[in-house]
């Protein structure tokens, strides 16, 4: 193949975005086909897809036609969660090689189907969580992986993103978060955070996750939203009863013994933060202050938060010379203007590079099937007060031999 | 009375300390009794009471004889965490107005014992939890209750603090936290944090604590500092295997449908910090940066971390004119110097008023047991993985309808 020719599949926000900003300027692809189940969105994707090649992609609100098409390689699902599962699996039955967007997963069974249907298949599919693409992220695994924070003991990460708008919306822009806040309790969106604390610990690769406790605080965020904010939203979500709790924890316990804990909290006043943080013997790095602290280096004088912060705040920056990986060092302003500041470009990029090689893909369906376990994991952890669930080893105990595997390639220099 | 004569049991660091820096210099106290099982210990404390006071306490290593004496009041159990219990019981059955220092429980029947002791006694006692007359605290709690933050959702806490070098020379230095870290893995230490969170979401009084469950990570940080240190260690260290998780989360659910997040985290480089932090449906307040975050002040533009931290580091500072509490503003020279920038003073000489004016203690039995029973429900929950355990009621009901009591009045001006 010289390009991907890839095929749509969910043209909301997401989609239609991912089609805009990032693989229309991928030279190594061509989208041939959009799919939505509302067709003015698949005529809008279209006019933008014909606007930029002047070719028009073939368009149904069929997604079972997108996989009988032979001008189609590789399909992106980028639909509402509740389907993720279910397209990406019938897409590797059909040999479409698959990036599945992220999310969460309402069942183990799906977990399990996703995995056996690619062991049955071998169709290549990759998770398409951008965040273990991102430059904190990446410069603290670089650090990690040099040493400089010891022995690795606990993880933390957070998606921390005030969406109350956003799903109080729902209705009028067809988002499948409104239903899912109304009905469900759980982290209903794992992956932004785990995934790359999951890559970081070697999770399915000589380690495992293996038990999960979560708890749930009470709903209070989207009610009083919506008693204040009543005069720009649907009257009839005054009647609502909202399911999910503002702030969701989950602990997550590896069988190497290392801790993680992730925070769901989408529904109270914020500012957006990941708070991806790696704890060792010998220092730590926090993202949302972007603070380095190594035993040796910073000093006792540190002594009292916020004093602290104040004299280490964002001085992860002296490290990015020496140990930030070249993608980041490299980035040219197209990719930085790709999408989330940049890691849109580069899992996209490292998805078209795989496809195309017949490489390994870097984040694979035993991540993807760990990953969105959490989400129904916790839903049932949360309902027995926080009981803890054991996560299954998708990989049937090849984890203890698969070696490790970074997504981009981590030079210390 | 005119003064308070104390007797002080347990003469470590902490009784000594709070008898060199705080009762020396609160007026109505007078320290009549010392008492530790080491007698260089009682020799030191006596000397420095006689040097400020011109007086020679009453000297024993035996505290039942401090019991025994007319001329104390009351006194401070400042021993070891494994006899605090037991000790305050004694003295309480002896109708001494008892001052419990911090730390945690062994087991729930002795929380029971303290609390069916002080019922049948009506001897008061206080939980000399200092950190809930902390700055922050008070200004936080001060703001919850003048509804900036909305409705209180979550809470969380830390006693975050490297003791690795003041744990492994227990041996030398008498402590009683080697021991505890040798054998035990729980929340050993959660009243720091957990204090000034119950007191603000009124627990014991109109709410309470549920249920928890604990994860620790894996014990790394004790020996990687002992081969990286042995040579200004006890040699025997080496062969030590540590229980104690490095990092140990605890999540709280409480009637009242909030949640609370607790982490011990002492045994790995960092510095120190609490992370007391309260999120509501307005905004919230995060000690460790001292930022305060409140919808319709502060805006969209503080969007990625850790810019919206350099934006809104130590703004709380704004905030103190209007509500910090009295106490910290009227602080003389004198509070700030007492220990711990000012918190020991406060919580001594709200103890002496209470004792000396037969008033309620502002931390009481109840609030004692609660928090003190974090420590063995922790322990047993981390056992099985997490499992969640009922948090005892230790009012029998009386939660229900007893009035809120902050431990300071709070002015909203």
């Known amino acids: 193949m010289n390009k991907l020719r890839m095929g ?16 229309l300027k991928i030279d190594d692809v061509e989208v041939t086909a959009v799919c939505d189940e509302y067709e003015d969105r698949v005529e809008n994707a279209a006019a933008e897809v014909n606007a930029a090649t002047g070719k028009v992609p073939f368009k149904t609100t069929d997604y079972t036609k997108v996989l009988e098409r032979s001008d189609v390689d590789a399909v992106l699902v980028s639909t509402a969660w509740e389907s993720h599962i279910e397209i990406a699996a019938a897409a590797m039955e059909a040999g479409k090689i698959t990036a599945l967007e992220v999310g969460g997963a309402y069942s183990i ?3 399990w189907n996703l995995v056996r249907t690619y062991e ?7 998770f398409m969580e951008n ?7 990446l410069l603290a695994t670089s650090m990690a992986r040099a040493g400089l924070f010891g022995e690795i003991v606990h993880c933390q990460g957070a998606y921390a993103h005030d969406l109350r708008y956003e799903i109080l919306t729902g ?7 409104l239903r899912n806040y109304i009905h469900r309790n759980c982290d209903n969106y794992p992956t932004h955070d785990l995934g790359p604390i999951a890559k970081l610990l070697n999770i399915n690769r000589g380690n495992k996750m293996v038990s999960l406790v979560t708890v749930a605080s009470k709903a209070a965020g989207l009610r009083d939203y919506v008693r204040n904010n009543i005069g720009k939203l649907d009257k009839s979500l005054l009647e609502v009863d909202f399911r999910q709790g503002d702030i969701v924890h989950t602990l997550i316990t590896c069988n190497n013994g290392e801790t993680i804990l992730l925070k769901l909290d989408t529904t109270l006043p914020r500012f957006y933060a990941r ?7 010998k220092g730590f790095y926090e993202q949302n202050t972007n603070t380095v602290f190594i035993e040796g280096i910073h000093k006792e004088e540190f002594w009292h938060t916020p004093d602290s912060y104040r004299c280490l705040l964002n001085n992860a920056v002296e490290f990015e010379d020496k140990y930030l990986p070249a993608i980041w060092k490299e980035a040219t302003a197209e990719d930085l203007s790709s999408g989330h ?5 580069f899992v996209f990029k490292a998805f078209v590079k795989a496809a195309l090689n017949n490489e390994e893909m870097p984040i694979d369906v035993y991540d993807a099937a760990s990953w969105m376990s959490i989400s129904c994991l916790s839903e049932e952890s949360i309902r027995h007060m926080g009981r803890p669930m054991s996560i299954p080893d998708f990989t049937n105990g090849k984890w203890i031999t698969r070696p490790p595997k970074d997504v981009v390639e981590i030079n210390i220099n």
Request: glycine share 12%.
């Open 120 to 126: 049955r298949t071998k169709t290549p599919i990759m």
């Open 171 to 177: 209705k009028e822009n067809r988002h499948y978060r």
């Open 275 to 281: 708070d991806f943080t790696v704890r060792g013997t």
């Open 341 to 345: 500041g940049g890691m849109d470009a």
């Open 131 to 137: 965040c273990c693409y991102d430059k904190a992220e």
């Open 109 to 111: 069974d799906d977990c």
């Open 8 to 23: 749509v599949i969910g043209l909301g926000n997401r989609g239609f975005h991912a089609i805009q900003h990032t693989l």
